[in-house]
């Protein structure tokens, strides 16, 4: 019989490689990044209650977070350029135009 850590370190393998999935399709939103900094945080803190050695070992993992929530919350959001926004509406405006193209019934034929 497995132990519910056993199940609960699996569960959260696959889920991790779910979300490296997704970001790798569809990219990371600062807050999604926060959000899984959070969770690496008590993975970190759980695993340094092995012992010192542990502890010592998983420092740099808990400096490379810090560095990474310095980096997200220093960096210009997606949307802070000019261009940004007018490659958004652009995309937004092809958007708008297929779906009423799908919607518009067929013309006679020509």
């Known amino acids: 019989m497995t132990s519910p850590l056993s199940r609960q370190t699996a569960n959260l393998a696959a889920t991790a490689r779910r979300v490296a999935a997704t970001a790798a399709q569809d990219g990371w939103q600062p807050s999604d990044a926060m959000t899984a900094l959070r969770a690496i945080d008590h993975l970190i803190t759980a695993l340094a209650?092995?012992?010192?050695?542990?502890?010592?070992?998983?420092?740099?993992?808990?400096?490379?977070?810090?560095?990474?929530?310095?980096?997200?919350?220093?960096?210009?959001?997606?949307?802070?350029?000019?261009?940004?926004?007018?490659?958004?509406?652009?995309?937004?405006?092809?958007?708008?135009?297929?779906?009423?193209?799908?919607?518009?019934?067929?013309?006679?034929?020509?």
């Open 49 to 110: 209650r092995l012992g010192p050695p542990a502890a010592a070992s998983l420092a740099p993992a808990q400096e490379a977070v810090e560095a990474m929530r310095h980096l997200i919350r220093t960096s210009p959001r997606p949307g802070d350029r000019a261009e940004d926004w007018v490659h958004r509406d652009m995309l937004v405006a092809e958007r708008l135009w297929l779906e009423e193209q799908r919607r518009q019934p067929p013309g006679p034929p020509q």
